[in-house]
């Protein structure tokens, strides 16, 4: 009887081992996957030193505009100061246009309100098109 009991919890303990190490390594999946890198790529632009394919990463915040402390600073006379800001809020990242005088377009459409960015989105600032990427 002894040995039968045995012989039982040593099945379970295989099942709750089996179980724990595949609950582990489906978090440091999933974990990953939360983690994806995303990032805005140069598709078209006047700024010389904006050249197609530039990658630029995202963290948190991302401003954009024409002046100088900008973290993508854009040399375009139709795009304002600070022009427009890309924030991770939620596990998803936002663009809202900084009230510029031309405009931030997304996928061809005149930013009115903040909006929630998708792989591929197209963004127009100026003469310049970023496309977001992830």
């Not at 983690?35 to 991302?62: H, R, S, W």
């Not at 854009?74 to 510029?100: C, E, F, M, P, T």
């Amino acid at each position: 009887m002894l040995s039968f009991l045995l012989i039982i919890l040593h099945g379970l303990l295989i099942i709750f081992l089996y179980l724990f190490i595949v609950k582990v390594g489906l978090f440091q999946i999933d974990h990953q996957v939360k983690q994806k890198n995303y990032g805005l790529v140069v598709i078209t632009a006047t700024d010389p030193e904006l050249k197609k394919g530039m990658l630029f990463n995202l963290t948190q915040k991302l401003s954009l505009g024409r002046e100088a402390s900008n973290d993508l600073a854009i040399n375009d006379s139709y795009v304002s100061l600070k022009h427009a800001l890309i924030i991770q809020k939620k596990g998803r990242y936002w663009i809202l246009d900084q009230g510029s005088l031309n405009g931030t377009y997304l996928n061809k459409k005149r930013l009115e309100k903040p909006a929630v960015l998708k792989i591929n989105d197209l963004i127009k600032i100026g003469n310049t098109v970023l496309q977001f990427k992830g």
